[in-house]
């Protein structure tokens, strides 16, 4: 039987994002998992309105980064300014220092500015003048990225793409959501409306719930068939890293937590492993797209 809060949740994101159960549902696993998401698509799908809906919705505290190819990385983490009368520097915190950030068009900035989300997204923490500074928890980031092939993009490097635990895409609704969207109140009203259905701290009980469901030895089996495969068929340049196993793990226990389970299913797995890996893998032969990850679930048998 599903959670409560999660029915809730999701049925409010759903009226804000029309015709997107799918994409808003992996979302969502990604944040109980604890991951940062990672949305690659076109101008004007509704990344932006996703993020500021989601943290909306949780009640967290919420900041936007706008990244720009001038950006400098005290833009995000802050910087520290000398203080004559005290002859001391104090650090004045960047946006960085929320619960939920959304870092839009993050593929815009320079690699160096990029690469100062690493530290963060990674450890919830950033280091400035030798000193460690905690992230408030929860802490989510959500990235949106223009296509590669757009002007003035910088591709992200593979260790900043493997900080997100998922990439998903939003694309172009369907012809009866899209009509709902233009005879519809706009979406900017609605979100300034917008209450929120939990608090922060029903959400750290939520994610703490979902890493708590049961996982067989049989299905522990089968996600490591899955990363000896990418690792061993030769169809990849490099197959899944041990982190990406563990992140595949806590995604498919927080889909079937979604799912009113307590309990994963290899249907799990399979559901989340998509937005998991695609930003990961990188096929020797790149004519097997678009069903590549197809053919990935269909080679590795089900105990």
């Given at each position: ?84 009368e005290s002859s001391k520097f104090h650090f004045h915190h960047g946006p960085i220092f929320t619960q939920f950030i959304l ?201």
């Open positions: 039987m599903a959670n409560k809060d999660i029915s809730l949740i999701l049925d409010t994101v759903n009226d804000i994002i029309i015709g997107k159960q799918q994409p808003i549902k992996l979302a969502l696993a990604c944040l109980l998992a604890r991951g940062h998401l990672l949305i690659e698509d076109l101008p004007g799908v509704g990344k932006t309105t996703l993020a500021h809906t989601l943290a909306a919705t949780m009640g967290l505290s919420f900041q936007r980064i706008q990244f720009t190819s001038d950006m400098l990385p005290a833009d995000i983490i802050g910087i520290s300014i000398y203080d004559r870092a839009d068009e993050v593929n815009r900035a320079s690699p160096r500015t990029q690469s100062a989300l690493l530290e963060a997204m990674e450890e919830h923490q950033v280091t400035v003048d030798n000193d460690t500074l905690n992230l408030p928890e929860p802490f989510f980031v959500i990235a949106t990225q223009n296509p590669s092939h757009q002007i003035g993009t910088f591709p992200l490097p593979e260790s900043q793409l493997d900080r997100f635990l998922m990439r998903i895409e939003l694309g172009y609704p369907d012809a009866n959501a899209e009509r709902q969207l233009l005879k519809g109140i706009d979406r900017r009203q609605l979100l300034k409306q917008l209450q929120a259905v939990i608090t922060a701290n029903v959400l750290l009980t939520l994610q703490q719930q979902a890493s708590e469901l049961i996982v067989s030895d049989a299905l522990i089996d089968y996600l490591q068939k899955i990363l000896q495969h990418t690792r061993e068929s030769g169809h990849y340049h490099h197959g899944l890293s041990p982190r990406a196993g563990l992140g595949l793990l806590n995604a498919a226990k927080a889909w079937a937590f979604i799912e009113g389970r307590d309990h994963v299913l290899p249907e799990d797995i399979q559901a989340v492993l998509p937005s998991v890996v695609n930003h990961r893998l990188q096929l020797v032969d790149e004519t097997q797209q678009p069903d590549w990850i197809d053919s990935l679930i269909q080679q590795v048998p089900i105990p």
